[in-house]
């Protein structure tokens, strides 16, 4: 057997790469890369918009896994028509795009853990993977149950897919950071907080990404999504 060492080069490598559906962020942040993990952060409903944003973009050409934490006590955890509705402002049919996304609710941290083992043990094939409400089965002092859910859709990265991970601010801090253990801001590669800006619009603060951070972009609030500032804000 040959000891030869063989190199690649960088510009050799073909990273697929999803768009966040917002033409400026992507050119902050350079999309969602395959097989690296994307966090956003903020306060609802803007949020929830740009999570609608993104799987809408990419369930027009991708299949989609989104995975749900949170106690059904503390209400509605997703909402397939305003995904219907995303899906549709990207020019994507309804009908087949929702066929695309899978969707596994989790109400417990018993069943989240459930659903890592079964991601470790059999990844299925997805674009994009991505985990509305991250933290809000755990406290703090559960973050480590939180990591090893996190290790179980290390086998999503391996098959290329690209992870994007939705979570509110952290309570505890009087600084601008996502609620999570620390480890969650050397996971991902890309970090973006989601803010309320003046009246119909959102400010996302690019806090770590591929460009010289932070890095500001603004979006306007369509019903469910968030959609390109046209001409000068």
Same mark, same amino acid.
């Given at each position: 057997?040959?000891?030869?060492?063989?190199?690649?080069?960088?510009?050799?490598?073909? %990273?697929?790469?999803?768009? =966040?559906?917002?033409?400026?962020?992507?050119?902050?942040?350079?999309?969602?890369?395959?097989?690296?993990?994307?966090?956003?952060?903020?306060?609802?409903?803007? @949020?929830?918009?740009?999570?609608?944003?993104?799987?809408?973009?990419?369930?027009?050409?991708?299949?989609?896994?989104?995975?749900?934490?949170?106690?059904?006590?503390?209400?509605?955890?997703?909402? =397939?028509?305003?995904?219907?509705?995303?899906?549709?402002?990207?020019?994507?049919?309804?009908?087949?795009?929702?066929?695309?996304? %899978?969707?596994?609710?989790?109400?417990?941290?018993?069943?989240? #853990?459930? *659903? +890592?083992?079964?991601?470790?043990?059999? #990844?299925?094939?997805?674009? @994009?993977?991505?985990?509305?409400? *991250?933290?809000? %089965?755990?406290?703090?002092?559960?973050?480590?149950?939180?990591?090893?859910?996190? +290790?179980?859709?290390?086998?999503?990265?391996?098959?290329?897919?690209? @992870?994007? @991970?939705? =979570?509110?601010? #952290?309570?505890?801090?009087?600084?601008?950071?996502?609620?999570?253990?620390?480890?969650?801001?050397?996971?991902?590669?890309?970090?973006?907080?989601?803010?309320?800006?003046?009246? +119909?619009?959102?400010?996302?603060?690019?806090?770590?990404?591929?460009?010289?951070?932070?890095?500001?972009?603004?979006?306007?609030? =369509?019903?469910?999504?968030?959609?390109?500032?046209?001409?000068?804000?």
């Amino acid at each position: 057997m040959s000891s030869k060492l063989t190199l690649v080069k960088a510009e050799d490598v073909r %990273l697929k790469r999803l768009s =966040t559906g917002l033409r400026e962020l992507d050119r902050l942040t350079g999309g969602l890369v395959g097989g690296a993990a994307h966090l956003f952060y903020g306060l609802e409903p803007a @949020l929830s918009r740009l999570f609608n944003t993104i799987v809408g973009a990419a369930a027009v050409s991708e299949r989609v896994l989104v995975v749900t934490a949170r106690d059904y006590h503390r209400g509605r955890s997703l909402s =397939t028509f305003d995904l219907a509705e995303a899906v549709s402002a990207f020019g994507g049919d309804p009908l087949d795009c929702l066929g695309r996304i %899978l969707v596994a609710n989790a109400y417990s941290r018993e069943q989240l #853990a459930a *659903l +890592g083992g079964w991601l470790a043990a059999q #990844a299925p094939e997805v674009g @994009l993977a991505a985990v509305l409400h *991250l933290t809000d %089965l755990y406290e703090p002092h559960r973050y480590g149950e939180l990591q090893r859910f996190l +290790g179980g859709l290390r086998g999503l990265l391996a098959r290329g897919a690209a @992870l994007a @991970l939705f =979570t509110g601010p #952290a309570s505890s801090s009087q600084l601008p950071r996502p609620d999570g253990p620390h480890f969650l801001r050397h996971f991902c590669a890309t970090i973006v907080r989601v803010e309320k800006a003046k009246r +119909g619009f959102a400010r996302l603060v690019v806090e770590k990404g591929p460009v010289g951070t932070p890095a500001v972009a603004y979006a306007r609030c =369509t019903g469910p999504i968030l959609a390109d500032v046209e001409g000068w804000f």
